[in-house]
């Protein structure tokens, strides 16, 4: 079965730093780009990072431009986000998808998300 397990999240303090991991199976994880995408509490989804299939291209929503560093190691199956100077705006759920664009209902792989919380 096609799975996307995401790992990593927890609470940090503002200015700290996370570092977040999707493991992908079931699929063949080297010819997708893919996507990180979050919810903050009563928001809707903010499209967050993506990472082109070899990992040459990368992508970032303003927001987070300069704090956060996608990348994947293909021959793990697994993607990352690397998240610095984190602030209390970043709290959300972030989810790991198999996809890009605008339209988050061509995605066709999601994880189940794994919760980010930035508070002092």
């Known amino acids: 079965e096609v799975q996307l397990v995401e790992s990593g999240g927890g609470l940090v303090q503002p200015g700290g730093s996370l570092r977040l991991s999707c493991a992908a199976s079931?699929?063949?994880?080297?010819?997708?780009?893919m996507s990180w995408v979050r919810q903050a509490p009563g928001k809707g989804l903010e499209w967050v990072s993506v990472?082109?299939?070899?990992?040459?291209?990368?992508s970032y929503a303003d927001t987070v431009k300069g704090r956060f560093t996608i990348s994947r190691d293909n021959a793990k199956n697994t993607m990352y986000l690397q998240m610095n100077s984190l602030k209390p705006e970043d709290t959300a759920v972030y989810y790991c998808?198999?996809?890009?664009?605008?339209?988050?209902?061509?995605?066709?792989?999601w994880g189940q998300g794994t919760q980010v919380t930035v508070s002092s």
């Open positions: 998808a198999a996809g890009d664009g605008v339209n988050y209902s061509d995605y066709e792989y």
């Open positions: 079931g699929f063949t994880f080297s010819s997708y780009a």
């Open positions: 990472i082109n299939n070899d990992g040459a291209v990368t």
